[in-house]
């Protein structure tokens, strides 16, 4: 039996309703003890124990992000990262830097694009993307994932040309001969990069232990991990082998796995279930649901929307799946007992889901169900009453609003602004909401993402939420959208011992420097994770 672990001499959120303050934490054999005096904790550990004295730090729960793409965000560590590129031009001579350390013929990708940050905002195409790369391969991808572009070699690689049929729930942009201009947007996505080669197992080791160190200096121990499990989804082809991967990968993925799969029949689960990826262990990996995409990104003007852009008047967007579709999945994946999760980012996708669970919970009761809207990124008053009655929980992406706050306004008009992004009004209307990153497409940083909760970093101030109703979000509201709250999420006795140390306090520190608070320490199973 390992040595036992007091903690103590900091200031301790607990996050527990029933023991909102404690001196110490216990932990034996990676739960905790006891939590509450320091003679309590000290009369539970009874024998050999080690103390660490906290210095005045502040001790929370280990932070939980209910959405990231673990995969993808691997990828992202292993590929061009073109964040921050000013041009087109910029772009290009980046592209070119980067090709010419690559062997002749290797496919190039370059992730993360913004045009939203180019002083001329606007994606290239394939001519641009040609004189970038004209000997190799190119697929650049936009910012949300939800648009990708190729170049001439890479659209021909994947077999797309003008007699080449848009695919369900995508778009192949089009000069004028018909032929592929392109930006390829949702399903589209898929046909561009299965053309793309799988990586080498030695890049992804390296790409997971970096990843896996990343999550850990940010005080994450658990996330919601969405997984493809074939050719139908972002990753196209080489989506099938995501989660066999993953599960070859565990050993330098020191991170807690709760799966949400894209799949469209029973068949991924049953056998997820019997891998690696569902341990059996609470709180540990765990197969635990469906993810399913109901429409695109505001972004790419693919979120489906009651009304027109307010700067594209010619498009509302679109469904990626139809309502027949939608509820197939939705039945069997309630019927076989599984959480289900649906992204919605337009206000007409979330109405649509919405009438669906309602259709499905009244045909089907289910109590504790904790199904799940991803994103629900503008809500009205209806809608939120909507949500609440049927019990639904939201996870969102507070750095959605530090990416997209400069132009949201523009894309949405004021009115459709005010009950975007509109944690007040969920959090009011009795709905739980966990955080999440999203990534690989918006930043890890747990501190960062509360804050900007808390502040809005200007936009829709009327929106903002405490910090210590965001904290929540990451930790004891995040373990209840994955039904690990009895397991994870608050300091108590019983719980697993995944902690964070942190400079200081979140609930004691101005808004504004809740971003700049250091992670010191991250504890997993009360087990050292990240030491700063």
């Known amino acids: 039996m390992k040595k036992g672990l007091l903690i103590h001499h900091g200031d301790l959120v607990t996050l527990d309703p029933a023991q909102p303050v404690a001196e110490a934490v216990a932990i034996r054999d990676g739960r905790i003890a006891a939590v509450g005096s320091e003679a309590d904790c000290r009369r539970a550990l009874d024998g050999d124990y080690e103390t660490v004295d906290l210095r005045g730090a502040a001790l929370l ?69 040609d004189a970038a790369c004209p000997d190799r391969p190119l697929v650049v991808l936009k910012h949300d994932g939800h648009q990708a572009i190729g170049n001439s070699r890479a659209l021909a690689a994947a077999g797309l040309s003008a007699a080449t049929p848009d695919p369900a729930g995508g778009v192949i942009d089009r000069e004028s001969d018909g032929s592929p201009a392109g930006p390829c947007r949702e399903a589209a996505v898929a046909r561009l990069m299965s053309a793309a080669p799988l990586p080498e197992f030695v890049a992804l080791v390296a790409g997971a232990r970096k990843t896996a160190r990343r999550l850990a200096s940010r005080g994450i121990t658990s996330v919601g991990a969405i997984f493809q499990v074939d050719e139908d989804g972002p990753a196209g082809a080489p989506g099938a082998f995501e989660m066999p991967a993953m599960a070859m990968l565990l050993d330098h993925f020191p991170i807690n796995l709760y799966g949400l799969l894209l799949a469209h029949d029973p068949a991924p689960f049953e056998q997820a279930r019997q891998s690696p990826l569902h341990s059996g262990v609470p709180g540990g990996h765990r197969i635990g649901g469906i993810k399913i995409i109901a429409d695109g990104s505001f972004g790419s003007y693919t979120s489906f929307m009651r009304e027109p852009f307010a700067d594209r008047p010619d498009t509302r967007g679109m469904m990626v799946l139809n309502d027949e579709e939608l509820y197939r999945r939705m039945e069997f994946a309630h019927r076989a007992g599984l959480q289900i999760a649906v992204h919605v980012i337009g206000d007409a996708a979330a109405r649509r889901v919405v009438d669906l669970f309602d259709r499905l919970l009244a045909a089907q009761p289910r109590a504790d169900h904790r199904h799940r809207l991803e994103h629900a990124s503008v809500l009205d008053a209806p809608l939120l009453a909507d949500i609440a009655r049927l019990g639904l929980v939201i996870a969102t992406q507070p750095l959605f609003i530090h990416t997209e706050k400069k132009w949201l306004h523009r894309r949405l008009g004021a009115e459709r602004a005010k009950r975007t992004y509109p944690f007040r009004s969920i959090l009011d209307a009795g709905i739980r909401l966990a955080g999440a990153s999203d990534s690989p497409v918006e930043s890890t940083d747990v501190l960062q993402a509360i804050a900007c909760a808390v502040t809005r970093e200007g936009f829709e101030p009327q929106q903002a939420v405490t910090a210590a109703e965001a904290v929540r979000m990451y930790t004891l509201d995040a373990a209840y959208a994955q039904f690990e709250d009895n397991v994870k999420g608050s300091l108590a006795a019983g719980k697993r011992a995944d902690l964070v140390v942190l400079s200081e306090n979140p609930l004691k520190v101005a808004p504004e420097r809740i971003a700049a608070i250091r992670v010191l320490r991250t504890y997993s199973a009360g087990e050292v994770l990240y030491e700063a």
Request: proline share 9%; charged share 30%.
């Open 61 to 129: 729960p280990g932070f939980i992000d209910t959405h990231l793409h673990p995969i993808g965000t691997i990828h992202y560590e292993m590929n061009a990262n073109l964040r921050g590129v000013r041009s087109v031009a910029e772009l290009q001579d980046r592209l070119r830097a980067i090709a010419a350390e690559l062997p002749p013929g290797q496919w190039l990708l370059g992730l993360d694009l913004d045009e939203q940050d180019m002083d001329e905002p606007r994606l290239p195409d394939r001519h641009d993307l």
